[in-house]
């Protein structure tokens, strides 16, 4: 698939598009566990396919699960049934288990597992771009090192915090290189710690590495989108300055002016709140915020309608359709 004339063609069409970050629903509709879909890529392939049998989207997107590339490194990685995956604990400390650890191969944790996701998927979905998923270096590291230690670091030892993420970028890029030879049309980089530091920092610890990836990997036939829903506006420059095609806010940012500040050739997504609105609101809730949203954005041709982030366990199916409603009487107006 084209993905620069999928993009242009978006922006062309008179009609909205929308692309939420929502493969749970799938899982729940499947009748397994959260548990089951994160350690088995064809439980989660399944998951995917019957979100795509069951709605709209002009995309699909694996689950945006940020403890795989961690778990991989050697990280300690706790399992609840119905809840997404977490870190726990430090891998590395200081600078010499900075300098000693090793980039791990594609075989180790659950890497397998959701590479095996992404070919099953690509193959289950041929009419519609599917994006695979994987954390950013920034974030990476701060789940190795500890974000809050790791915040303290930056201006105490920053040349140890660019090791470590080169160290977290050298194995995305190699994960990321994989995940496109299954056949996905592109990734969902999710970079949500860079929106802790300011626009300068993002830039040099984030945005430097990201453009890495994205000048190796991304052309016509895979789309880098870069996810920060921790940016509240204040380093949406940094985000462009990556390059990416696509750059998806979480709901902390104001879409307006997430579009004032973009370049209208690059798809601009977001930013429903996923929990706020999407599980925990009503359906007339739900269906008023979308079409809000849509309405304000309406001036700007490269807007794609998203949730803020990935859509947790449990969200009403009725909250799913109301998104959905709102979506198609937008688009009939």
Partial sequence: MDMRKWAADIISSPCRAAVPIMTHPGIEMCGYSVRQAVTDGKIHAEAIRRMDAMYPASACTVIMDLTVEAEAFGACVV????????????????????????????????VPEYLRANKLAAEYVTDKPVFGGCIGPFSLAGRLFDMSEMMMALYMYPDTVHLLIEKCNEFIINYLRAMKSTGVNGVIIAEPAAGLVSNEDCSAYSSRYIKKIVDELQDDSFMIVLHNCGNTGHCTPAMIETG??????????????????????????????????????????????????????APWRNFVLSSGCDVPPAVPSENIAAFYEALSDFNRC
């Fill in 79 to 110: 399992f609840e049934e119905n809840e997404v995956p977490n870190v726990v604990g430090r891998l590395v400390s200081d600078s010499s288990s900075v300098a000693s650890l090793r980039i791990p191969s594609l075989e180790a944790g659950r």
């Fill in 244 to 297: 990416a095609a696509a750059l998806h806010f979480g709901n902390k940012t104001d879409m307006v002016e997430a579009l004032q500040a973009c370049p209208s050739d690059v798809l601009v997504m977001g930013n429903l709140d996923p929990v706020g609105i999407l599980k925990q609101s009503t359906p007339e809730r739900v269906k008023a915020e979308t079409l809000s949203l849509l309405e304000v954005t």
